[in-house]
DNA sequence: CCTCTGACTTAAG
DNA sequence: CCTTAAGCCAGAG
């Protein structure tokens, strides 16, 4: 299915609802918002995430993207987040979303 | 209507 | 820990 404007905006209110020190990644995103692939998750944060907290939504492997791994790494560590060999520690530092996804 | 690319993920070698 | 392959959706050419 098409992405809607309501999925894009559940998808902005959810990374803007991810508190500072903690972080998510792309797949969690997608799933609390109802989408099929982390991969709109990223679209939406490439061409409409620059009011977001982007910096706080990171790989499922804990790393940031390659492409901006640098700006990304910088933010969380200024946010106390727990990074051993540029790598998020998110069993200690991933956020859970209180907010259900949608029923289909 | 085609192919390619990308701030992704999981599985397999 | 490394690289591939396949699945996935949206946009650009």
């Known amino acids: 299915m098409k992405t809607t404007d ?3 905006e559940h998808v902005r209110a ?3 609802s991810v ?3 903690r972080v998510t990644t792309y797949g969690a995103v997608a799933e609390a918002a109802g989408l099929s692939t982390p991969r709109t998750v ?3 944060l490439r061409v409409d995430g620059a009011d977001l907290p982007w910096f706080r939504v990171i790989r499922a492997d804990g790393r940031p993207a390659p492409q ?3 700006r990304q790494l910088a933010h969380l ?3 106390g987040v727990p990074i051993v060999d ?3 520690q998110m069993r200690r530092a991933r956020h859970v979303f209180d907010d ?3 029923p289909a």
């Open 6 to 8: 309501a999925q894009v």
């Open 14 to 16: 959810l990374i803007s």
């Open 19 to 21: 508190p500072p020190g």
């Open 42 to 44: 990223a679209w939406i």
């Open 68 to 70: 901006v791994r640098e």
């Open 77 to 79: 560590r200024d946010e």
């Open 86 to 88: 540029d790598r998020v």
């Open 100 to 102: 259900p996804a949608p």
